[in-house]
Structures are given as C-alpha cells and as structure tokens.
C-alpha cells in the first residue's frame, strides 16, 4: 500500500495552518531569504508554531532552502539548518548542490524542482545522494513520470498538480537575472516570461506585435490525479508560496475532495499520509480562484492549449455571454448568480483584457458596472474572475479538521474507567475512584452528551460506550473534568509516537555524477565553493560558474518546452506545416531586450538567446561579481 500525500503551499504561518485544516497531508514553507520566493521568508518562530500544528494530525513541514547561496551565505544556512531540525522540520528542500558538504545535521533531503529532474539518470544520483523525495520537472508526460518510478521505486516522487507555470525548464531560467538583475534561483524573479513582446523574422517582417508570447496558462490535473497515483507519484503538489489564504483554502480543499473520492474507491492500494477528516462550509471549485486559464500541460503529450498569448493576468471562470448592452448596464445569457462586488472580464476585439467590478446586480439579470467598460460587446464571452459571495464564505472559518475517538466508560468496584481511542490507534485511559449513586432517571443520554463535547480539541467523537452494569448517576461536571483530561493525554501521546525523523544516508563521494560530457557550464549553478568540491568530488573537475558570475551574452537563457513555432502552427514535424517567415525568428520586449529563438526539434525544444548583434538597452546595470 503507498501512502500518498497532498502537498499544499505556505505563504506564512496563517497559510500553512488552514492548508492542513482544509486537508491537506503537508505544507511547505520559505526559512528567511533562502527559499526561492524571496517575498515568502517566515520566522523560526513561526515554522515552530506551524509544525505543532500540523504534527497533532500526521501532517508535516517541509521547509524550502531552495536558492543557490553565495560564498559568504554558507554559514548562515548551515546556522538555518541546524535550526530547523532543532524544531522537527520534516524535511528541507533545496536545490544546491552545496548544501550536501555542510556540516549539517542529518535532516532529510527533497531534491526541489530547481535542480531540473527530468530523466532517469538524475533521480538515480539524487537517490544515492541520501535524498528521499525529488520534486520533478513540471514538463514531464505521464510515460515520463512512470518510466522514472519504474527505474527508482524506492524513491518518493514529488509532482506539481496545480497553479502558476514557469515556461523555462526550473533552474534553467536566467532570463530575469540577464535583464533586471533578479535571479530567478536566488528567488527574485521578476518574470519575464509574463510581459507583452513582439516577434519578428530575420528580415525584419513583423510576425506578432505586443502578445505574451511566453506566458503559460496555470496547471489543473485535478482530473489527473488517479493517472498520476498509477504512474507511481507519491505527493501531489499544489503551487503558490506567493498566494493568499483564500487561494489556499480553496485549492486544498477541492484537491482533498478528489483526493479522498480516488482513495475511498482503491483503499486496498493507496492511503492518505495524515490523519483527520475535514468538514468545508463552501463547494470548492478551483476555477474561482487565481487562474490565467488551465492545462494540463505535457502530461498527455504536446498540446496547443497551454498557452495564454492575450493575458498574463487571472481570467477566472467562464459564466456566459453577453446578451445586451445598454448605456449602464447589459445583461447575459447565463445560468450564473452574480452578487454586487463581482469582479467581471472580457477579451476585447483587439485581444486585450478588459475588467470591471459590478456595481449592482438586479432580479431581473441587469448588471450595472461602477463604470461601462468600452468595448463590451453582444456575444463577448465574459469571465468572472473575483467571486464576492464565494470569496466571503472563505474570509470566515470556512472548514475544520477533527480526529475521530471513540470513547468508553465502564464502572469497577472502587469507581469509573474511561478510555479515549483515536483513528489511529492510540488511546489515553484513566481510572477515578469516587462514590456512585444510582440514577433516578435514564443517565445515558447525559454521558454521552458530555463526553462528546470536545469542541476545538481536534478531536470529534465518533461514538460513545457506555458499558457500566448499572445506571449510575455522575455529575456533569465531573464527566467534563475527566473529558478534559483525557484529550489533553491523548494529545500529548499523539505528539510523543508521531514518526521520527529517520537520519538520511550519509552522501556518496565515489558516484559520478551524470552528465555525458564530464564537465559543467552555467546551467549547473555552481556559485559556492561547496557546490564546486561537491562535484569534484563526483568526478567533474571541469565545472563552470553560475549565470550569476559571469552574464555571457551568447548563454541560453530559457530552455522550454513551449514552442512558438507549434503555437503559431508551423511545427514541420507535428503539423506539417511550414512557417512562411525566414529564421531566425527573434521577440522584444518594449525596454529594448532583444532574444533569439532557437528550435531543437530533434529534442522538441525551444531555447531562448539573447540577441548578441543587439547591445544591451542603456538603462542596464551590469552585475557585480559577488564571489569572493
């Protein structure tokens, strides 16, 4: 039987606790400045109360160290480190090599996504390396993904199920660094990928004039999910580390849902990771929460639905058309119930979006804009992209996790015994000694009315047994007293049996590391002198400095699996279809940032190169060398 994990995001603390109260098995949070989202750095303090919380339910912390460090940050970390496994983090995440030659204590290791783990041979090393979860590369199909279990069944694959794509393979991004001085594996992108450009050919000709050509729509495997258990995922993971508590709440809680429907029906194969059930005051549904449209990307193979070239920004769902339009108002033909304070949007005849709030909303179907949008139209399709009555709903408690018990009281000569048993087994029991008197009426109902008063224990009783030889009279008050006490016992042994962290393997010198040539560039990431002696350890000498270090013009600074030549329709070996444009092909943006667009279609791939004929616009500020 594998267990399985739900994996949501953690902004802050606030996040981390209502991802588990709405169901999810665990939670990944950013420590300080190193965790790849340089705007998401939470307090030791913080990650303390958080894993007591998720700890009482099974669920765990895994704690996100995920930038490449410079030289003079490598003690800091260490320091970090230490500090995490101090409080019982689960695991951290990280993606440089150079963690590994720490002397850090033995906490386990997920291998993030950043360290670009998409074939066999990577996953293998990452295994020998001690690690016991590797995040893989979002680009991978479902044979991809399956092929990797099948060679590496021992470890636990990790994979992005839903929320924002990057469009370069991760870790293998620098454009943001090359343009703006904010390094994407230092947490600091400032996406690129999200702006309008224009494309041209080699002669000049205008091909696409201010469309988001690299901008990805978000991912939504919710449909996926039982495909992805049978290809051997073990955690399913939810993106947003930059999302609010809304986004989290909803997300999880409609994962959780499909989750535990997948599971009911195949209990013998797959178990949830955590313990608990979660009752939700809202249907989730994910489509009312921060999307730019939704794919399932690679996973079935290539696609012409995963981009979006018109807007970067959240559409959100489809509710209807327009049906007219007045001077103040229009109306919809539309099965949708729309609330005053709805956040409305439209793609416009010049392939812009277009957003607005209603104002009012009438009986009668009229909706009244705080301002008549221009350019809405009869027949435009039109988005709802901020629910307010769904989004209010979520402002309140809007779902609580309770562990089942089952308690029981039987009587014995000198007193009482009552024993609390939880869902997973453990059970907390005490005997008190006091004088009994028989009931003068039923006591049954009362016993068990106290006993299941356990409020916001955590714990929901399931049933109460009454197994006494006869209809004793006990006080209130004291049956609460003895409630009290039992819960607080079972708490405490809850949290003393929860699964202690095994220390991970100690890392192997001797395996090479894979790569054909035998040598490093750039796209290793090697910016510290532990990065550098860990792979010579491995066996490469030859190694190269980060993108960060050395900023050579010619350097690939995307490489995706996004393909402009598919997305316009002129993939030669797919859609047989020519482009009628001379290559190279090169797209701009408006600051003056020229790229080259180079095609492997031998991999099916795109990489981006900035434009060398091209200087770079005179508001560039050239980056200092920060390696000692």
Not at 564 to 592: E, V
Request: one cysteine or more; glycine letters at 6%; hydrophobic letters at 35%.
């Amino acid at each position: 039987m594998r267990t399985i994990e739900l994996l949501s995001p953690a902004k802050n603390l606030e996040c981390g606790i209502e991802a588990i109260r709405h169901g999810a098995d665990a939670v990944y949070i950013g420590a300080g400045k190193y965790g790849a989202r340089s705007a998401a750095g939470n307090s030791l303090e913080d990650i303390v109360a958080l894993v007591n919380y998720a700890h009482f339910f099974k669920a765990k912390v895994y704690v996100a160290v995920n930038t490449l460090l410079y030289d003079d940050e490598l003690e800091d970390v260490t320091k970090l480190i230490r500090g995490l496994w101090s409080i019982n983090a689960d695991a951290i995440i990280v993606q440089d090599f150079g963690i590994l030659n720490l002397d850090i204590p033995p906490i386990p290791l997920h291998a993030s996504t950043q360290m670009d783990n998409r074939n066999v041979s990577k996953v293998e090393f990452l295994q020998k390396m001690g690690f016991e979860q590797v995040v893989l590369a979002r680009e991978l199909s479902l044979k991809e993904i399956a092929a990797i279990h099948e060679k590496c069944p021992a470890i636990r694959l990790e994979v992005f199920v839903h929320g924002a794509l990057c469009v370069s393979m991760s870790g293998q991004c620098f454009m943001s660094e090359y343009c703006f001085n904010r390094s994407a594996n230092r947490g600091e992108c400032a996406q690129v990928c999200r702006m309008s450009f224009d494309m041209e050919d080699d002669l000049g000709n205008s091909i696409v004039k201010d469309k988001h050509l690299l901008s990805l729509k978000d991912m939504n495997r919710i449909d996926a999910l039982e495909d992805l258990l049978d290809a051997g995922v073990t955690s399913l993971k939810i993106e947003g580390r930059l999302k609010d508590v809304d986004y989290v709440k909803n997300v999880t809680a409609a994962y959780s849902q499909k989750l535990n429907e997948i599971i009911g029906r195949r209990s013998n194969e797959f178990v949830r990771a955590s313990s608990g059930h979660c009752r939700y005051t809202f249907t989730p549904d994910v489509s009312k929460s921060f999307n730019r449209g939704f794919t399932q990307y690679f996973l079935y193979g290539r696609t012409n639905d995963i981009f979006s070239f018109d807007t970067p920004k959240s559409v959100g769902e489809n509710v209807g058309a327009v049906k007219s339009v007045f001077n103040n108002c229009f109306s919809m033909t539309s099965s949708a119930t729309f609330t005053n304070g709805d956040g409305l949007c439209f793609i416009d005849r010049n392939g812009h979006l277009q957003g607005f709030r209603v104002n009012r909303a009438d009986k009668d179907g009229m909706l009244y804009p705080l301002e008549m949008p221009s350019g809405l139209c009869v027949g435009m399709m039109l988005y709802r992209n901020y629910d307010q009555q769904f989004h209010r709903l979520l402002r309140q408690q809007s779902a609580e996790r309770n562990i089942g018990v089952v308690v029981t009281i039987d009587d014995y000569d000198n007193g009482f015994r009552l024993t609390m048993t939880d869902e997973d087994g453990l059970t907390a029991e005490i005997e008190r000694e006091c004088e009994k008197e028989l009931g003068r009426t039923h006591q049954g109902d009362n016993i068990r009315t106290q006993l299941s008063k356990l409020g916001n224990t955590g714990f929901e009783a399931v049933r109460v047994d009454i197994l006494m030889n006869k209809n004793w009279f006990i006080p209130s008050s004291k049956l609460g007293e003895w409630r009290r006490e039992l819960t607080g016992m079972l708490e405490n042994e809850r949290r003393r049996v929860y699964p202690i962290v095994h220390p991970r393997n100690k890392v192997q010198s001797s395996i090479p590391f894979p790569i054909p040539t035998g040598h490093l560039n750039y796209q290793y990431n090697v910016m510290n002198i532990s990065a550098a002696r860990f792979y010579e350890q491995h066996g490469i000498v030859n190694h190269g400095k980060a993108f960060e270090l050395m900023h050579k013009q010619t350097s690939p600074l995307m490489t995706c699996r996004h393909c402009l030549l598919y997305s316009m329709g002129w993939c030669a070996s797919r859609q047989r279809k020519n482009s009628p444009f001379t290559k190279p092909f090169y797209i701009s943006l408006a600051d003056g940032h020229r790229f080259r667009l180079d095609f492997d279609c031998k991999n099916c791939m795109m990489n981006i190169y900035a434009d060398e004929r091209k200087p770079l616009p005179v508001n560039k500020k050239l980056p200092k060398n920060r390696r000692p």
